[in-house]
């Protein structure tokens, strides 16, 4: 979708409006001489009010319709964008205007391209029969350029990290996505490396080799840098890239296994944030790891009981191939601290335990300190995502002791899972502030509303790059 901002009095031939209302009908600013324009009895026959998520589609005298879309009660970033992104699944023109950035509160241009472009979002690289959306431009009255330029940005990586996680696993390796995150990271001109089956066994990433054992296609670790001339902090994402999770020998059942191609979103999640803060030009310096293999089952596959050797860290007893993330993740943040960045945040699809926790639109955050989580909690707001912090309770330690290693990767409750996950985790994490963000239940809408659309969502992105961006302001 290609977003353009045009002055008023702009020609509609053709071209679908988009305006809004509040509860009781009471127009939002922009909107007003469009609402004016309809006469209430079609509105009372629609049973219209303007409640959030009801959509109208109208005729129009000189437009080739117009769509009326509710908010609610308050028009906010979140209804406005909620709104829009229901609203652009109704134009059925290539062209739609709308005047909706004008709404006076903070961040309107950012929630109108967001639900537009995340809401207008489709997947067909395999469907051979139905018809795209033909809606192909978006028409901004009165925009602020540089809002919209940065609001697109971020929409264009997410849909990028879409693209990849909604790919059958078959047609996306880990060879192949780590060449689809190099290419898009050359287009941002972000350098890149990609360690391959022998520099991964030479680097000694074992706990990453020990994953990968059981897949007849090769592991990948992909490292992305961006460094900026004028950059005063430094940030260190790492994101698990499991391309496909069978459970290995401790296999999953069926049901379990069915969304497993998503289980690199956190890999996607990271490429996508640091293209993005490099397209922004953010005055950062920005270091991304992401440790790429399957989770099969294969005659060489880790076994339950085998012990694993990360780059740096613990001994891992792995007594169960299905916490596979936390292993390399391991490896993923021994590497990382190589480059001895200010902040490590690491995404990841970890625990089912999360999504059990936090539903489906919400992911955990967990903080090697409150400052750190509520960091994580401003730049998610800002971005229109939603995070709850868990506590990363030491306590829980002492479950992952191992009869014959420094520590298991998993405990014998199924209680706290999440928690565990991340006390694990904060073994190899370091002395460094460091954040975890397990987004096992939001990596996947599971259904179509507002800027969600279902199928991968391309969760996280948005808000890493808000936390760049504030890092990236405080000196
Ligand atoms: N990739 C899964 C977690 C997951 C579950 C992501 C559901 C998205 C939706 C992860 O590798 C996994 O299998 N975790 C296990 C850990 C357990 C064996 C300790 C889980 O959560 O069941
Ligand atoms: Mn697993
Ligand atoms: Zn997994």
Not at 234 to 254: C, M, N, P, Q
Not at 263 to 287: E, H, Q, Y
Not at 390 to 410: G, M, V, W
Request: net charge negative; aromatic share 4%; charged share 25%.
């Amino acid at each position: 979708m290609e977003i353009n901002i045009t002055e008023g009095g702009t020609d509609l031939a053709g071209a679908t409006l988009i305006a809004g209302v509040m509860s009781d009908r009471e127009p939002l600013a922009g909107s007003e001489e469009l609402v004016a324009g309809v006469d209430s009895r079609l509105l009372d026959l629609a049973k219209f009010e303007g409640n959030a998520g009801q959509v109208l589609v109208l005729p129009h005298d000189t437009a080739a319709g117009l769509v009326l879309l509710g908010v609610g009660d308050e028009a906010t970033f979140d209804s406005i964008r909620t709104a829009v992104g229901n609203g652009i699944r109704a134009v059925k023109t290539a062209r739609a205007v709308t005047s909706l950035c004008q709404v006076p509160i903070d961040g309107a241009t950012r929630a109108v391209v967001e639900g537009a472009m995340l809401g207008g979002y489709e997947y067909r690289d395999y469907k051979t029969t139905g018809e795209a959306s033909p809606v192909q431009i978006l028409d901004l009255i009165d925009a602020d350029g540089a809002e919209v330029s940065e609001a697109v940005i971020g929409c264009e990586v997410t849909n990028l990290a879409r693209d990849w996680v909604n790919t059958p696993a078959l047609d996306m390796s880990p060879e192949t996505l780590a060449g689809r995150i190099v290419r898009a990271a050359d287009e941002a001109g972000v350098t890149h490396q990609v360690w391959d089956l022998k520099r991964i066994t030479d680097e000694k990433l074992g706990a990453l080799l020990g994953v990968a054992a059981g897949s007849d296609r090769s592991p990948s670790l992909v490292i992305l840098e961006y460094r900026p001339d004028r950059a005063t902090s430094h940030l260190g994402l790492v994101g698990k890239g499991i391309t496909f999770d069978t459970g290995g020998l401790s296999i999953k059942t069926a049901p379990f296994m069915e969304e497993m191609k998503d289980d690199m979103s956190g890999a996607a999640a990271v490429a996508a944030a640091i293209i993005g803060v490099a397209r922004l030009g953010l005055p950062i310096r920005v270091t991304a790891v992401m440790p790429l293999t399957d989770n099969a089952v294969g005659g060489n596959a880790t076994r339950p009981g085998d012990v694993l050797r990360p780059i740096s860290g613990p001994t891992i007893e792995v007594l169960n191939t299905d916490a596979e993330g936390r292993l390399i993740l391991a490896d993923g943040l021994g590497v990382i601290a190589r480059y001895e960045p200010d902040l490590v945040i690491d995404v990841a699809t970890l625990t089912g335990a999360a999504r059990v926790a936090l539903g489906d639109r919400i992911a955990a955050v967990f903080g090697s300190s409150s400052d750190v989580a509520n960091r994580v909690l401003a730049a998610a707001s800002r971005a229109g995502e939603f995070f709850w912090e868990l506590p990363l309770f030491k306590e829980y330690r002492k479950q992952l002791d191992s009869d014959i290693a420094d520590i298991k990767n998993i405990t014998a409750s199924r209680y706290g899972g999440a928690i565990a996950a991340a006390v694990f985790l904060a073994e190899y994490a370091g002395e460094r502030p460091w954040a975890h963000l397990d987004i096992a239940g939001p990596a996947r809408a599971r259904e179509t509303a507002g800027e969600q659309v279902k199928g991968a969502s391309g969760f996280g992105a948005r808000t890493l790059i808000e936390v760049a961006r504030a890092m990236s302001e405080s000196v």
